[in-house]
């Protein structure tokens, strides 16, 4: 018998769609049969209407209550998990309204604004009692199971190096202007907290979840910082990052990993869309490489590389089940994280996502880039 979970969607824009579309495929597409998802209300809050086009545009099946505010979604009984589709700015806020209101809660990335931010809404899920998980979506996909399989299993022996670039070509001025949430400080924008945070993803998937727990350290950070003339928002941020290792490479030498994650959103990792400019991923262990294609935070294919003389190379496709998006994928993690009365997934715990929230407060101190003191408040309630 399937354990089926009841959504509740915190806003009505581009990614709430998405997710919904994905939510509403058949799990047994992708060999799904433990879980089922149902969503039960949406909110919008510009306007009930708004929420009533989005459940009449996207076929959800009824009953599907429509609001015109967050209080009455995260008010309603009949929800079990709230997916808050906010722009980054009002994370923080909008979480701890559902947790407040006693519901579990998958949040969009970036977490929130700064990491102080993070930590409070991991404390509140934990003196409540609730499931609470930043949405990175790409760690659920199974390329990213296989290849973090891969690297554990030993395969390409330790990884020392990850080089990651996650870089939209976009004309900035024409494509984003000065108010759309990719560029406007007031909602948290920015190459970095938008795009960056997948480079990152990769960075800590391959140098520092594949550790066992007791050997994650939170590494040091280098970085340098591009602002869109505009806005001030970044347009561009390339990191450097040290992980302290405890295995030695050579006797006495103590080893350390290094992640480069890149983002930008005026050159492209990827300017002709045909994967001619190589992987966007590079996973650089001492008996082999693996690189991963197409963009971050939705690759398409990988290839194992193991160093000369040791194997042949192997690619892999991994298509996306019945044209979905792959959002579908962190949703079941969240039905049987809540089935198993978990408050946190062991793929994106918290502990990571305050670290990574951490290395992009540091990023922003080195590179100057200060949001509006409301968005980047620990106080709650604060009307934003
Ligand atoms: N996982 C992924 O692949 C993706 C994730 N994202 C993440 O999802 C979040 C939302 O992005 P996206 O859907 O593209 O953004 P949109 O601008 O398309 O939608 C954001 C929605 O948030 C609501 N909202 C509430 N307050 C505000 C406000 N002050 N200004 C603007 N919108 C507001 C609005 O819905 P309403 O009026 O109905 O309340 C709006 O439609 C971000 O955190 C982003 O990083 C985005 C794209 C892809
Ligand atoms: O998370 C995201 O992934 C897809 C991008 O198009 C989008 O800007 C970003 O928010």
Redesign the pocket.
Known sequence: MAHTIRWGI???????K?FVRDLLQDPKARDASDIAHQIVAV????SKD??TQFISALSIPDPCTAYSN?EDLVADPAIDVIYV???????FQNVMLALNAGKHVLC???FTVNAAQTKILCETAREKGLFLME?V?TRYFPLSVQVREIIQSGEIGEVLRTVADTSFGDDVEEKWGTTH?MVNPD?AGGAL??LGIYSLTWVFQTLYHTLPKEQRKPPTVTSQMTPYHLTGADESTTIILNFPTSTPTNAGHPARSHGVAMTNIRVSGDPDEQGTSGPNIRIQGTKGEIQVFGLP??PTRYRVIPVKGAGPVRDVECPFPAGGHG?FWEADEVARCLRDGKVESEGMPWEESIVIMEVMDEVRRQGGLVYPAKIESTEYPLQ?
């Open positions: 915190m806003a009505t824009g581009w990614i709430a998405t909110a919008s809050s510009s708004k929420a967050y589709a906010t722009p980054h700015s009002h994370h969009e990335k970036a949405a979506w949430r909602l907290l938008d935070f939705r959002m934003l």
